[in-house]
């Protein structure tokens, strides 16, 4: 019979970094970097299912460890450099569909981004249902307008848009926003039929910067680690 649940979180967590090797396992005051991400869904409301998709078998003891559900160990044909996030997801999905289980919504969260708690992804999920979306990215206030760029033709120095008006403020440019990576929802027909997570009515979830650290080398796992000794007192 099947069984239909709300909705699925996964977690993606393969063994293999280049920029900072064993980075999913890598200690941050004193917890391993993805079991941040694991308690934030554990401690959602709105999750069925928090699954961690890994082809390696010390992020899954680990994973486990920490609450997380590791019902197989990703092939590696899907644990490559150039492997798609896409794909993963899509593998996780039917896994479970094989098994009799359908989740209606999916959430990516990726183990990167360990300042991401409960309460964004309750919001973000809020967010996501009230406006009846397809799809909602997590954002921060970007960093830098692209006002702001510039771009060298030869030796000359002009700037990165096409059309500029000089006489602009900094304070009068448009607040924009940036991906910061540690939100993903889509409808799992979107992602399984279109293999996209953008969809026509996409929404987005506003974290804010101190929460929006995405982990890529040595230098963001310095500054999460502070910010969380910091913030814990300890």
Not at 77 to 94: C, G, M, P, W
Not at 106 to 121: C, E, G, H, V
Not at 159 to 164: K, T
Request: proline share 5%; with cysteine.
């Amino acid at each position: 019979m099947k069984k239909l649940d709300k909705c699925l979180a996964i977690i993606p967590a393969r063994g293999g970094s280049k920029g900072v090797p064993r980075k999913n396992l890598r200690l941050i005051n004193g917890k391993p970097l993805i079991q941040y991400t694991i308690e934030a869904a554990l401690g959602s409301r709105r999750i069925d299912q928090t699954v961690v998709s890994t082809d390696c078998t010390e992020i899954a003891q680990v994973s486990v460890e920490a609450g997380a559900t590791v019902p197989f160990i990703r092939p590696s044909a899907l644990a490559e450099d150039h492997s798609r996030t896409i794909d993963v997801l899509k593998h996780a999905v039917e896994f479970y569909e094989n098994q009799g289980v359908f989740y209606e919504h999916i959430i990516l969260l990726q183990p990167t981004s360990p300042l991401r708690n409960s309460f964004d992804i309750e919001e973000a999920y809020s967010i996501f249902l009230q406006n009846e979306a397809d799809s909602l990215q997590s954002v921060s206030p970007a960093l830098q307008h692209p006002y702001l760029f510039r771009k060298f033709d030869d030796t000359l120095l002009g700037p990165y848009q096409s059309v500029e008006d000089e006489r602009l403020r900094r304070q009068d440019l448009e607040e924009i926003f940036v991906l910061n990576g540690a939100i993903y929802i889509v409808k799992k027909g979107l992602l399984m039929e279109e293999s996209s997570l953008v969809g026509c009515r996409n929404c987005g979830y506003v974290m804010p910067k101190s929460r929006s650290i995405d982990i890529d080398d040595e230098l963001d796992l310095e500054v999460a680690e502070a910010y969380l000794r910091k913030t814990t007192g300890c």
